[in-house]
């Protein structure tokens, strides 16, 4: 029996189910074959189904001439994402965007008043002169003004480079100097826990060393005194005062509006770029379609503006109508009822957390969920990274009263959101997927490319998506890049996403962790060699290696392995002042839960690192598969005297 099954009111409201009824598919296999099969008619409906704004409607649905890494969508289209956002279909006095801070203050929005802002600021952004195809970094909190910046910049045609609020100045400027960026746009800080916590000198010291920075934007979040810089203006400076009649910048649909950086297991973070006519399109489509998100609903999703679905929740949750509630804190401040306080003050009805902060709530008990009316709550979400029993059944017991589903849903920065989810249409099983999200062609395939079920393979995708990332930015538009290597280079024409998966009898998807070495720490994701840096920048530290254990709150956790220079010796106080050098350059949220010392790391002959070794050993797994590359056998050895207890 599954958990959950969709009553008649679910059922009668889906648009989904609609949606397909209206096409002549009775069920969800039909409609997702028709997904996966006829892209040109399933997308066009698709765009009449979400009601896109066009300046110029398109010529075809895609263009895969090239090959499908590198298929292009909606040809000769004229499409900016922010006419679509800022429609007021249900009158301008709707709320747009309701804004609540850590430290109570709520404010609420309407979509004619956000309308104006966001042209007030793309104005002054242009008077200084930013326009299109500039990239501008957005270093905000989830904010109100940080929901406008995002907007304006698409609005002026420009691209956005959003930046995680917990990062240091080196992982911001790294990511700046990628792109070239032109401006950056910040805070001057945030709260967190009661404290300030200042994000102004963070930025000066980040824009110090990315000489391409012309202007540095500061909004007020706390008013707190900082000394001002050359290239500086405030933002209350920035606004004009005679936007009402400026149209948007008309893009095409392969325009690039944002360029997200993913780190991945080696090398730099990757900045993946997207176009107005694909992340915000998959974006609006799966939260009408999995999500079933309508005109008048509210959403809270937990996030920040660094993480994809911070940019998921702006461009798709205003696209379709709803409201958007932007919280900048914490989930458990003052207290474990927070999240359910908000639900029940701003009739919240879609509600988005992950795991890691599920676990943490777990902590209180049940008593701060049953405090408020959670009566408004429609649909459950979740997102980042798997599910453990005990936590999927708490939320959906507890918050949901067993009557609401968890929409599960899992893809990425690169996908643009998922590649497999849930319904509201169909059964649900904890932790699990219904299989694919409509119009995503997954599979999951053994080491041949083969389709399996019932065993633990590759997830994969056979077809190509409007939000699929046009490439990396700077890559080769061709075969040698890493865009190509990542994600097509093991099966011609098949995307390869990284995540272990299973089918299991009864048809229900589940994704079993990464099978590269990427971390997702509380559900996000960063590349070893980030971290691997951050240590050696250490003067102690002469080699990294990082790797994921498992962590009771957090899901993952990082746990550090250095070789140290001659001379030095491992010792508590030198483990405590690596992480801290760690923490100083990612940011607290990525200190490793503990720092090693080895003589040596296992590596291949030619010198590279085996993490996955490295992790099995220290997890004390017997079988740590195929050895026959390693150079230095004894290293294993090593590490396994360290094994986790």
Known sequence: MPAWTPSPAYLNRSRLRAFAQAHGYADYPSLL????????????????????????????????????????????????????????????????????????????????QLRADVQALARGLARLGLGKGDRIGIFM????????????????????????SGYAADAIAGRLRDCDAVALICSDGFFRRGQVVPMKETADAAVATVP????????ERVARAYTPRPREVRWSDVIARDAAAWAPEDTSAEDPFMVIYTSGTTGKPKGAVHVHGGFPVKAAQDMAHCFDLQDGDVILWMTDIGWMMGPWLIAGGLMLGATIVAYDGTPDFPDASRVWSMVERHKITHLGI???????????????????????????????????PDPWWWYFRNVGESRCPIINYS????????????????????????????????????????????????????????????????????????YFSTYWGRWRGVWQHGDWARIDDDGYWYIEGRSDDTLKIAGKRVGPAEVESAAVAHPAVSEAAAVGVPHEIKGEGIVVFCVLRPGREGSSALEGEIKDKIAELLGKPLRPEAIRFVAQLPKTR????????IRGAYLGKQDLGDLSSLENPSAVDDIRALAAP
């Open 33 to 112: 074959r028709w997904s996966q099969t006829d892209l040109d008619g399933f997308w066009r409906a698709a765009d009449r189904d979400l009601d896109l704004v066009w300046t110029k409607r398109y010529d075809s649905v895609l263009d895969d001439s090239r090959g499908i890494p590198w298929t292009t969508w909606w040809t000769g289209g004229r499409i900016n994402y922010v006419n679509t956002a800022l429609r007021t279909r249900l009158g301008p006095d709707r709320i747009a965007v309701i804004a609540e801070g850590e430290e109570g203050t709520v404010r609420r929005v309407s979509y004619g």
């Open 141 to 164: 909190p989830m904010t109100y003004d940080c929901v406008v910046a995002v907007l304006a910049v698409g609005y002026l045609g420009a691209v956005y480079i959003p930046i995680f």
């Open 212 to 219: 391409s920075i012309k202007h540095v934007i500061v909004s």
């Open 354 to 388: 992950s795991p890691t902060a599920i676990r943490g709530l777990m902590r209180s008990g049940e008593e701060p969920v049953r405090r408020h009316d959670r009566r408004s709550l429609f649909v459950l979400g979740s997102t980042g990274e798997p599910w453990n």
């Open 411 to 482: 893809g990425g920065t690169e996908v643009s959101g998922g590649i497999v989810g849930c319904t509201t249409w169909t059964p649900i099983q904890p932790g699990s997927f219904i299989g694919p999200v409509p119009g995503m062609d997954a599979d999951v395939v053994d080491e041949s490319g083969r389709s399996v079920r019932g065993a633990v393979g590759e997830l994969v995708i056979r077809k190509p998506w409007p939000g699929m990332t046009r490439g990396f930015w700077k890559d080769p538009k061709d075969e040698s890049g890493r």
């Open 606 to 613: 030619n010198a590279k690192i085996l993490r996955r070794v």
